[in-house]
């Protein structure tokens, strides 16, 4: 219900203020924008995405049934079981959905997006299995969702490569102040979750958990920054998440073959279901796209950029965080979009300015929540997403902010 509502506003507040520009500032250019608009990502929607999706989850699935066959997602449900029984108690332990899930975590945490998807969208289809309201998203989902939208990532690999891209003096050091913001996040939307759903958190389990993760980011940090310079944490970063991911297929294939299974034909039958799925969130896929488009391009973003500006010159503070804001107001809603807005502000401001980093920081600190709704709950047919989409932003919310006094701290 939530998702109708804001897609709703998209056109109607677009709508208001194309008609404020052309009968007030005499722009006839006004609704042909938003028109074009729409036609563009309506097509974007599909040759850009979704067609492009379909490869990936036409490879990612086959591989995952390869793993499947070969016992690897029992294998990681043994380990992280106690953990994600708690925080997902309506999954039973030795569920497949708890292995998919760990999966697209991991691809997450090397920022391999091409690999989290179709991870993603297959461990959704798992928990849908669990579902008893197959139109209403479950327990297990909304804190998935929230937790995928939360964008845990250890290693900001294209992020890194975009600054070096455009000249930054040091393109990692945005690298410290991502992890920390995403981790935030994280944090966040996970205990918001867990308070909504009366999850226990002062289990033993959950602690050791959560304390064992933050000593290994601490740890990982501190690596980074005491060990290595700025160019060697730019190529660790890349040799290390691109050889974890490539390792992937490799394992599944010796446990496959270890068990005798037939390989290619374990993955032809996990790839056939790729396509299919893709074509089903076309059509979701299309709709968020085209709405936040309209949006977007009635100026909306500008004015409100505008507005926060006033409200903070007033108040007295500093603004220099509030030209970096676009990335911020885009990242739930697209992250194309929102990766444009990073370059665009660093183009702008300078690579090496505070709100090039800022920018840069924002964009690793969060997920597309809004996109992540309608391509993983329209996969699975979930009509209601309950809190899933408030809980999504409240954890974007904290990661904005933890972004913006990490990067005060850092860049001053």
Not at 213 to 220: K, N, V
Not at 372 to 381: E, K, T
Request: aromatic share 12%.
């Amino acid at each position: 219900m939530a998702l109708n509502y804001i897609w709703i506003a998209f056109f109607l507040i677009a709508f208001v203020i194309a008609l404020c520009k052309l009968i007030f500032l005499g722009d006839v250019d006004a609704f042909k924008l938003l028109v074009d608009g729409m036609f563009d990502m309506s097509k974007s929607s599909v040759m850009d995405i979704a067609l492009p999706l379909a490869g990936n989850m036409v490879l990612w699935l086959g591989i995952m049934n390869i793993g499947e066959q070969a016992g690897a997602m029992n294998f990681l449900a043994r380990i992280v079981g106690p953990f994600l029984s708690r925080l997902f108690p309506g999954v039973p332990k030795n569920h497949p959905a708890n292995g998919q899930m760990m999966m697209n975590f991991s691809a997450n945490l090397l920022g391999l997006d091409n690999a989290a998807t179709p991870l993603g969208l297959k461990a959704m289809g798992s928990l849908q299995e669990l579902n008893p309201d197959k139109e209403t998203a479950s327990n297990a989902q909304i804190m998935f969702l929230v937790l995928h939208t939360s964008g845990l990532q250890l290693l900001p690999v294209t992020i890194i490569a975009q600054r070096y891209i455009l000249h930054a003096k040091d393109p990692a050091d945005v690298f410290l102040p991502c992890i920390i913001a995403t981790y935030v996040a994280t944090v966040i939307g996970m205990l918001a979750v867990a308070i909504k759903q009366k999850i226990n958190l002062f289990d033993r389990v959950i602690l050791a958990w959560l304390g064992g993760m933050t000593a290994f980011i601490t740890l990982l940090v501190w690596y980074f920054t005491t060990q290595l310079n700025h160019d060697q944490i730019s190529l660790v970063s890349k040799v290390i998440s691109n050889t974890l991911i490539y390792c992937i297929p490799v394992v599944f294939i010796l446990g496959a073959m270890r068990k005798r299974i037939n390989v290619f034909e374990a993955f032809i039958d996990g790839a056939k279901e790729g396509f299919g799925v893709s074509v089903k969130i076309i059509p979701y896929l299309v709709a968020m796209l085209v709405g936040i488009s309209v949006f977007r391009n009635s100026g909306a973003l500008t004015y409100l950029n505008d507005g926060v500006r006033w409200l903070v010159t007033q108040a007295g503070l500093d603004t220099r965080f509030v030209d970096a804001l676009p990335v911020a107001y885009m990242k739930p809603l697209s992250g194309s979009g929102s990766k444009a807005m990073m370059i665009s502000t660093m183009q702008t401001y300078g690579a090496d300015s505070f709100a090039g980093r800022l920018g840069s920081v924002f964009n690793g600190s969060a997920d597309t929540t809004f996109y992540i709704v309608a391509l993983y709950f329209g996969s699975v047919g979930i009509k209601k997403s309950r809190y899933a989409i408030p809980f999504g932003l409240i954890a974007d919310l904290a990661g904005v902010i933890a972004a913006i006094f990490i990067s005060y701290l850092f860049f001053g």
